[in-house]
């Protein structure tokens, strides 16, 4: 069987999708050498991305999320022969000559339209079509399935539900290796840690909010606030609450430039926050679990899933009560021990490879 996976977006962005599609294209390749897979690629990549003797590139000349890219991707897959193509960022050709498999990693812009950009929102309204164009849909947890069958009219029999996992580089490190990082990069004993897009979606201004009571309350002088991630869509509004409340000097920007830096960095911080509004799946929040860090997110969508009773979950716009779980954190060092083991034992039942299996299983299911 040739299998085609669109992973022309990696050109322009390394996390998010991006990072799901390389990730898996990684593990199906160590675990299916019979099948062949194609991988789509920009043409303004230089490398392939999978160096394996199953896998072998195809460099498209058609960009992502393009207004002509329902024209152009579908002439140009049409010259390949594929029996099956998988689209991991939701849309597939209109016109094609084999099967498809999209995956739908969440229904933002039905559910919090008001937190995409008009674009986003112009690419992604295409899901009311393809999820009626698939052959099958892979949805990344439960909660996105449910999404799918209650908004979209999605029949529960096309859809399998294949949970991402956690890149191994996130796991426990060592504390001579967390004490050079912190020292390097003049981080405190204790900060709190929230990794992502600083967008509107994320809700970073309930976790600012929060953060100024504990402040306030502890007088905690050296506690910090580390905001790890890229300014995305308004991200001044969050932004300007911090000068707003006076806390410049207490909250800080950081761009780790690799999954080996961002480990360091969970693995640094006292406790770790996933605020949002909504989430699909919920990666930050895996990736703070398997590296041993007590993670706190917003009690909504894919994360009362994903992080289940292995940390503690809060209503998303209550900051005084995000406050509260923050001060008991901080507090309590044989609490903050508990949700490490919990959250450890929690992350080891994702991994690549059994997601691997289940996305080639839902493979099968397609061309039968």
């Known amino acids: 069987m040739r299998i085609g996976i669109d992973a022309r ?22 675990l299916d050498r019979d099948t062949e897979f194609v991988v789509l690629q920009s043409r303004k990549d230089s490398v392939p991305l999978i160096p394996s003797p199953t896998v072998r590139s195809r460099f498209l000349w058609t960009p992502c999320h393009h207004r002509l890219e329902q024209v152009g991707l579908a002439a140009e897959i049409a010259l390949i ?16 000559r084999c099967r498809s498999v999209i995956t739908v990693h969440d229904l933002a812009f039905l559910v919090h339209p008001e937190t995409l950009t008009r674009e986003s929102l112009r690419y992604y309204s295409q899901t009311r079509w393809a999820v009626r164009s698939a052959d099958r849909i892979i949805a990344v947890s439960h909660s996105t399935r449910n ?9 529960p029999e096309k859809i399998d539900v294949v949970h991402s996992a956690a890149d191994e580089s996130f796991h426990p490190l060592s504390p001579d290796a967390i004490g050079r990082y912190r020292q390097e990069n003049r981080l405190p004993a204790r900060f709190v840690l929230f990794v992502g897009t600083i967008e509107p979606r994320k809700n970073l201004p309930t976790l600012i909010q929060a953060f100024a009571l504990v402040k306030k309350q502890t007088g905690e002088a050296d506690l910090q606030l580390v905001l790890a991630g890229a300014k995305g869509w308004l991200y001044q509004d969050a932004l300007a609450l911090v000068g707003t409340l006076g806390l410049e000097d207490s909250v800080r920007l950081l761009r780790p430039d690799s999954s080996e830096e961002l480990a360091l960095l969970y693995n640094a911080a006292t406790v770790f926050v996933l605020p949002s509004l909504y989430e699909g799946f919920g990666f930050p929040a895996l990736e703070a679990m398997a590296c041993g860090t007590p993670v706190v997110a917003s009690r909504t969508s894919a994360l009362t899933e994903i992080v289940a009773d292995a940390g503690e979950l809060v209503e998303p716009t209550d900051s005084k009560a995000l406050a ?34 289940e996305t080639l299983a839902s493979y099968r299911k397609a061309v039968a």
Not at 9 to 30: D, F, P, V, W
């Open 147 to 155: 999404d799918l069958i209650s908004l979209l009219g999605v029949p």
């Open 9 to 30: 977006l990696h050109y322009y962005q390394k996390a998010g999708i991006a990072y799901y599609t390389l990730r898996l294209l990684g593990a199906m390749a160590a």
């Open 81 to 96: 022969g594929l029996d099956l193509l998988h689209c991991p960022d939701f849309v597939p050709p209109y016109l094609r």
């Open 324 to 357: 509260q779980v923050l001060m008991t954190l901080l507090g309590d060092e044989t609490l903050r021990a508990e949700l490490r083991a919990m959250g450890l034992r929690r992350s080891a039942e994702f991994s690549w490879q059994k997601t691997a299996a």
